[in-house]
């Protein structure tokens, strides 16, 4: 009897949790034609708009969320402070760049207008000027002096616009721009007056929030529908897309991306035990995918559950990772977002690796008194893994006791006692200083009196 009623309860838990995550099957998708500017490159809500100063259209561009502060650039995005690269070929030096502006700032924000001249790829002139206060009703001209920072004529030029401080939390904010040009010069800057677009289709996972928005000009897009799946009709495909400018993320959340990491995204109910569901992975230059679910109290971070995979998986296999919260924590998270990507957390992506994912779950937190077996009685997990320098270790306890945590190698022997003393019940966390480890597999150990699990962790520095 036993054995049955823990059978009902799972498949009871499944039903509810499937119904707790928005699209968890990715069946739903909603195909929208977005219009971009030709050679400029759009970040966050970038729209084509009328009246113009010249010609038949000018640019609209605001925040769309904390990741994406709405902007457009002539030339790469940086990939870290000050690494511009690329730029539109310029052999003259200019005195001013000047543009006609519509804006509406909220207080204390700045709009910011910045160009680059370059001569055999070292900076010439690095400007960078700032906008603020309000401008909606008529476009006024605004010009802003070149400052070289030698005598060589330059070969190339970066120009970027922002609607907001990136560097800061604004919304509200947009920017208006028609007639970019320089003075003191023949040579113009390309689609300067915004009279040139090109439309791209994107579908999206209804509920879910993607990289696509960024590389929607790339050939490939990140984040696909596809009918390679596990069950239904479709299944989320991510890829490390290789553009121009290097690999681009692959990523799907379901819910936003703050500066310091996703927020808050569908609601919760219930203190969940697990998040399951099923992947396929290949990955290229020995990308490990993360898949992830971090759960939330009032918008703070109260728990979460990872899996890492770095093998090739070529047809669809069950993943399921324990949800851990933070010690101490005996509430009820109101919210959790999921994360998926194909390559590790916390680092960018090495290769153009590819994850299927389709049928996601929430497993509610069981009743006590329903455990199989004794190694139900304890848990353990670390994130990341593979892992570097360090790692964090969650595990749980269900009695107060004794408490050994052990690595071993893969020839049995014991190389480091992490932890041997007495604990309460209830969720523990450590982190492990892993820097004086050689890279390899080995088996963390979590005893107590009555149980033993272990777990398969490698090192990969």
Same mark, same amino acid.
């Given at each position: ?9 799972? #498949? ?23 219009? =971009? ?18 010609? =038949? ?39 001013? *760049? ?6 509406? *700032? ?30 909606? $009703? ?13 005598? =060589?004529?330059?070969? $190339? ?17 947009? #920017? ?9 010069? +023949? ?27 960024? *590389? ?32 681009? #993320?692959?990523? #799907? *959340? ?118 199989? +077996?004794?190694?139900?009685?304890? $848990? ?37 006692? =992490? ?43």
């Amino acid at each position: 009897m036993k054995k049955y009623i823990y059978v009902l309860i799972i #498949m009871l838990s499944s039903f509810y949790s499937f119904a707790q995550i928005p699209n968890p099957d990715f069946e739903n998708w909603t195909l929208t034609n977005t219009v =971009l500017p030709v050679g400029w490159q759009p970040i966050g809500l970038v729209t084509k708009v009328t009246p113009a100063t010249e010609g =038949l259209s000018a640019i609209r561009f605001e925040r769309q969320n904390l990741n994406s502060p709405g902007a457009i650039i002539y030339g790469n995005p940086p990939q870290g402070a000050g690494d511009f690269t690329g730029g539109i070929p310029f052999a003259d030096r200019p005195d001013s *760049l000047v543009a006609n502006f519509k804006y509406d *700032l909220p207080a204390g924000d700045s709009a910011w207008v910045l160009f680059m001249f370059k001569n055999n790829g070292a900076f010439i002139s690095q400007d960078m000027y700032y906008i603020t206060g309000s401008n909606p $009703s008529s476009f006024v001209r605004k010009a802003f002096q070149v400052n070289y920072t030698s005598g =060589l004529t330059p070969d $190339s030029v970066i120009i970027g616009f922002t609607s907001t401080d990136p560097n800061k939390s604004f919304v509200g904010g947009y #920017m208006i721009i028609d007639d970019v040009h320089f003075t003191n010069t +023949s040579v113009g800057v390309p689609n300067g007056g915004f009279e040139s677009w090109l439309t791209f289709p994107d579908e999206e996972p209804d509920d879910w929030f993607t990289s696509n928005a960024g *590389l929607l000009t790339n050939a490939t897009l990140p984040v696909t529908k596809t009918t390679d799946k596990y069950s239904g009709t479709f299944a989320a495909r991510i890829e490390n897309v290789i553009t121009p400018n290097g690999i681009g #993320m692959g990523y #799907m *959340l379901s819910g936003p991306q703050g500066q310091n990491g996703p927020l808050p995204g569908f609601p919760v109910s219930e203190r969940n035990s697990a998040f399951n569901g099923y992947f396929k992975f290949l990955p290229q230059n020995n990308d490990t995918l993360t898949i992830g679910i971090l759960m939330f109290e009032s918008g703070v971070q109260v728990g979460g559950g990872f899996f890492q995979n770095f093998a090739t998986v070529n047809s669809y296999t069950p993943f399921s990772t324990t949800i851990y919260y933070n010690g101490g924590y005996t509430g009820t998270p109101d919210s959790a977002t999921i994360l998926l990507l194909p390559f590790q957390g916390g680092s960018n992506p090495h290769g153009n690796s590819v994850l299927y994912v389709d049928s996601l779950t929430i497993s509610p937190a069981l009743p006590v008194g329903i455990a199989e +077996s004794n190694s139900a009685q304890i $848990s353990i997990s670390n994130y990341p893994n593979p892992f570097g320098n360090y790692t964090i270790i969650n595990y749980s306890i269900l009695e107060t006791g004794p408490v050994r945590i052990k690595l071993f190698d893969v020839t049995g022997r014991e190389v480091v006692v =992490l932890f041997n003393g007495n604990q309460t019940a209830g969720s523990h966390s450590m982190k492990y200083d892993s820097s004086n480890l050689a890279n390899g597999i080995y088996q963390l150990v979590i005893e107590t009196n009555n149980s033993k699990l272990d777990r398969k962790v490698v090192v990969q520095k």
